[in-house]
């Protein structure tokens, strides 16, 4: 590459920087404090405590990075936030008690609708409902595989793992899993997901296309209720909020062996990475704090004090 | 115009047709030919512990039109009619006399006890009697452990209650006051939860065979019965479970209680007289 070639490359490389500019800053919602809480992922402090409305719960990010997405369960809506200037700029109709979601990469918010038994996939850019999908009862945890084919939605109270083609919005296949399973998410490749069970206190490892279930784990500390789970970057490791347990379990991802696990605030549910996988954060939800996680060292390197009871967390980086 | 129209609509529903088959055919939703699984209920024409497992069968369709499923609940006042259908498990709501005389008339099928809370019956051990109403011993022990936390208390102990919110009481509890316009009561409870362990684990085995439910219910049962724990039966064929403390209608703890008892085990038994 000659010099000219490479200043170039730099130069737009800069620019393309700049135009997605991402605030690094965490965005935690507060189910009963009503509030999402901004933190600086610099330095930890908290910049702002955003008044959103009744009982916030799932919260999630625009492929662009332009949107912070808030579901509003108790007001039946998704609020729009700015990362930027951290105001609530709209909000739209969500169906039914939205609990949680997923951002597909094509922009669509793929949602629970906890007392309706379904998901909804809606347009946030036109607030209009794109398509309405039939699960179980209580459907919760909402994955997209990276490659943007398949969702897989929970259904707690009928055990079963949901997965869904996209874009026909069809339910493909149905797998059952231990008791009140609440989360789901993919392997990079697409091809593996993994599930937390709460009340079967297990995380499964399923293979996406045929459904077999390739590996069962169960967390032997028995307050141990497995809320979120998360792939780490390089695909080897899985982080686990474990609820009651007041844990993150650090498992092998490959053989579900539990390689750690990291003391955290009382009833962690919520997890988020940040993009170079260094930083993980858990939602404390009974100790109204926010834990940072190193997660070479294993170890809690900050608490950050949030609203009441914070439930789903996001970092824009 | 108008056949073009006609033409245009038998087309779609062709094409509707030839994708429900193809999504078939892909191995998705097996509806094409669904595996019927009859529930019998043996009790009065009205009752609590009915209208629970009602709840509990219709929750059990929401289940298994995803796999292939169809349950059926059959209401019968005898043991003698109920297995006239060939249930995979019998749900009762007997007077306790007539708990024993049912459970052996139907050897070999899992009857489900959800109206009598008598300890001589869990005592008895017989193989395919299950209990899910909490016996009268877990009642007794859940609120000795209350009353050395609060002495006063005037709490009675429950298997549920209509404002018990918690591991998505509150959803349970809506599903079941839409249907029925009632509270859901410690009888309500009992039955939904028989009719939704028998049909969760019917929908794990894929069968209706009864000898096979029975084996799996007393062997590998690991049941959310929205209680925030794993419930499962013990070797008396009684299910293990928190109960609530109530008083004046609303709810003021949970046994096993906090700082006096940990373990499950500290309600009730699962012994069998010698």
Known sequence: MTSSKLALTALLAALALDAGAATGRVFVTNEKGDSVTVIDGKTNKVEKTIAIGARPRGIGLAPDGSEIYVAVSGENKIAVLDPKTLEVTRSFPSGDDPETFAVHKDGHLYISNENDAKASVYDPKTGKLVAEIEVGIEPEGVAISPDGKRAIVTSESTNMLHIIAIPENQVVNNILVGARPRAATFSADSKLAYATSEIGGEVKKVDVESGTILGRMSLADDKAKPKDVLVSRDGKQLYVAGGRANTVFVLDANTLEVVAQIGVGKRVWGLALSRDGKRLYSTDGADNQVSVIDTEKHSVTAKVATGEAPWGVVIDD | ?274
């Open chain 2, 1 to 274: 115009m108008h056949s073009h129209t006609k033409c245009t609509a038998s087309r779609s529903y062709h094409a509707l047709a030839l994708l429900a088959v193809l999504l078939w055919m892909v191995g998705g939703v097996d509806a094409a030919t669904p595996l019927t699984v009859r529930v019998a209920y043996v009790g009065p024409a009205e009752s609590d512990s009915l209208a629970g497992a009602r709840q509990g069968i219709a929750e059990g369709n929401a289940q298994g039109k995803f796999l292939g499923l169809v349950f059926e609940l059959t209401d019968s006042r005898d043991v003698a009619t109920a297995l006239a259908s060939a249930p995979v498990a019998v749900l009762i709501d007997l007077p306790a006399a007539d708990v024993m005389p049912s459970a052996k008339q139907a050897a070999g099928v899992a009857v489900i006890n959800t109206g009598a809370e008598d300890d001589p019956l869990r005592a008895r051990c017989a193989p395919n009697l299950l209990h899910t109403l909490p016996s009268a011993a877990m009642r007794a022990d859940a609120l000795s452990q209350w009353r050395q936390k609060s002495p006063q208390s005037q709490a009675s102990a429950h298997a549920w209650h209509w404002r018990a919110e918690m591991y998505a009481g509150a959803q349970l509890n809506k599903r079941y006051t839409d249907k029925t316009g009632r509270p859901m009561s410690d009888q309500a409870w009992a039955g939904w939860a028989a009719a939704k362990l028998v049909t969760d684990t019917a929908a794990r085995l894929k069968s209706a065979d009864p000898a096979a439910l029975l084996t799996a219910l007393r062997e590998d049962l690991a049941f959310d019965g929205q209680k925030g724990v794993e419930m499962s039966f013990r070797p008396n064929g009684q299910l293990s479970q928190p109960l609530l403390l109530v008083e004046q209608d609303d709810i003021v703890g949970e046994a096993p209680v906090r700082g006096v008892a940990t373990d499950l085990d500290s309600l009730g038994t699962g012994d069998c007289a010698p």
